[in-house]
């Protein structure tokens, strides 16, 4: 005989229980947990240029240090839309005790977030990252720079592109040309004191204009059917359609695309899709730099390339701590001549690859003696030595502007005689006597960036680097599931990313 009992034990169950103490949420809460840490460094930071914002008088506001705190968690919990927030400050224990039990809705949360923040974050931001500093969690003297694309809130299929405003603009001047010349012939005495017109160089008021000179010229005449259609045309769509062109590139500023539900955004090519395929969504280009996966420094762009951002990043780097890190380890889409000079300017260790760096190291391309990279230069001679050895003469200078304005200087040198040369078929291809270009700065500059990569410091970085910035932007892609923005327009699109930032670093710290 056993001496089990046949009755089941249930533990004690009465949701409406008195309790002699009320648990307080502080209790509940447990100590390493990352509310904890978003709690601590917020209330550590000086909120002084958050609090220039808010206006004396009037009925009281939530404190923005709470609605900060709830934001940042909420980012860092991957609840980044204001409702699920307003939400989750009813439901969740942590959100609860993080507002004091304070339950600001979700229109507070989105404008406090939209508005409030807009150009505070940041300095917030930076904050954090010396606090961090201070703790000494992190250090800002070796930094991992890279750029990745997020999408942006705005539809897909609404992109206005600069190319079709061009031919739209130039298929107007065009026609407004045929127009006018037709007019001249048949209305000579009418146009005889009239200015030539150039064409290639008319906007919306000159149109406008030119319309009504021909228009009055032709007035009372007999036209072809063909001539007086076109003039109707002019009359009504011409000039609004050549200001709604100006007006577009007017958004464009220099850009090739944009959206028309956020202007901001650029279309821009993102990684391949389910199928495979690559595709064009409007996003933002969102620059990082990184120290052990701390985003230390961020910045958000409107063009998709990374070699142009690279300066403005900086800058703001410099804005944000008062100086430059020591050194910088970025791969070769930032390895330009512009790039390498303001480093060297600023005494910033260089860990800058450049295009061919890899190709370069290879045997078989060290080997192949007619690149132009290496041919023999006598800085001496000025010249260069080619494949036979013979000296190239130089015979001019060119120049190249980048984008962004930047002026890169290329010696041109020519062999003396290619006739008859043994090694013309792997030599070169052209007609006539060898010529290559060499810009002697980069060239300066690569060797410098290659020795430092090549060196067991440079060895390093370059094994750290995906490690480190490359893998924060898979934490926050991939882990975090963040691939696009909630909010529309550069200044708000600036503070996601700002509390992405500040989220991601709290996140690491609180499990370190
Ligand atoms: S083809 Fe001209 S440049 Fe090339 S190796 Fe011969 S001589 Fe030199």
């Known amino acids: 005989m056993t001496n089990q009992s046949n009755n089941i034990v249930f533990k004690d169950y009465n949701i409406n229980q008195i ?9 509940l809460i447990e100590p390493d947990h990352p509310v904890r840490v978003v709690n601590e460094v917020i209330e550590r930071i000086n909120l002084e240029p958050l609090l220039a914002a808010y206006k004396p008088g009037g009925t009281s506001v939530y404190h923005p240090r709470m609605l900060l705190k709830v934001l940042v968690y909420g980012y860092l919990s991957n609840i980044f839309s204001s409702r699920k927030i307003e939400q989750a400050l009813r439901e969740n224990i942590h959100f609860m005790w993080l507002s004091a039990m304070n339950r600001p809705d979700h229109n507070t949360i989105a404008r406090f977030r939209s508005e409030r923040l807009k150009g505070v974050l940041r300095l917030i931001f930076g904050q954090i990252v010396e606090l961090l500093m201070e ?27 600069a190319k079709s405003i061009r031919t ?31 064409f290639r160089q008319i906007d919306s008021k000159k149109v406008e204009q030119v319309v009504e000179k021909i228009d009055k010229a032709l007035k009372g005449r007999k036209v072809p059917k063909k001539v007086r259609e076109k003039l109707y045309r002019a009359k009504k769509h011409w000039p609004g359609k050549m200001a709604e062109y100006e007006q577009k590139e007017k958004i464009l500023d220099g850009r090739r695309s944009y959206s028309k539900t956020d202007p901001d955004a650029t279309f821009m090519g993102m990684k391949e899709d389910h199928y495979g395929n690559a595709q064009l969504k409007p996003a933002y280009n969102w620059q990082v730099s990184t120290t052990d996966q701390y985003i230390v420094n961020y910045t958000i762009h ?25 050194a910088v380890t970025a791969d070769g ?11 060297e300017q600023h005494g910033i260790d260089n860990y800058v690859k450049y295009n ?34 013979q000296a190239m003469d130089r015979i001019a200078d060119g120049e190249r502007w980048s984008r962004s304005g930047y002026k890169q200087v290329y010696a041109r040198y020519q062999a003396r005689n290619c006739y008859g040369c043994p090694l013309r078929g792997p030599c070169h291809k052209g007609k006539g006597n060898r010529i290559v270009s ?7 500059y690569r060797k410098k960036a290659r020795e430092n990569l090549l060196s067991e410091q440079g060895i390093m970085h370059r094994k750290k680097r995906p490690a480190d910035v490359e893998a924060t932007f898979g934490i926050i892609k991939h882990n975090k599931g963040f691939r696009r923005f909630m909010l529309r327009g550069l200044e708000k699109v600036e503070i996601e990313a700002g509390l992405l930032a500040i989220s991601h670093n709290l996140a690491k710290r609180a499990a370190a």
């Not at 309790?19 to 209790?27: A, G, K, Q, T, Y």
Request: net charge negative; charged share 30%.
């Open 302 to 326: 409107q063009s998709p390339g990374d070699t142009l951002m690279f300066k403005p990043h900086m800058e703001n780097f410099e804005d944000l701590y008062g100086r430059y890190p020591e």
């Open 438 to 444: 060499i810009n002697h700065h980069l060239q300066r």
């Open 356 to 389: 061919n760096f890899h190709k370069e190291q290879q045997k078989k391309f060290r080997q192949d003696p007619f690149p132009t990279v290496n041919l023999y230069y006598n800085k001496e001679q000025d010249k260069v030595y080619c494949p036979m050895g």
């Open 19 to 27: 309790m002699l103490l009320p648990p307080s949420l502080e209790e």
């Open 168 to 198: 739209n603009k130039e298929r107007i001047a065009r026609q407004l040309d045929e127009l006018w010349q037709y007019t001249q012939k048949v209305a000579e005495e009418e146009l005889a004191e009239e200015d030539e017109v150039d």
């Open 333 to 343: 889409a930032y390895g330009n001549q512009e790039n390498y000079e303001y480093l």
């Open 135 to 161: 703790e000494g969690v992190l250090s800002i003297k070796d930094i991992y720079t890279d750029g990745t694309r997020i999408e942006a809130n705005a539809n897909r299929y609404t992109f206005v592109w």
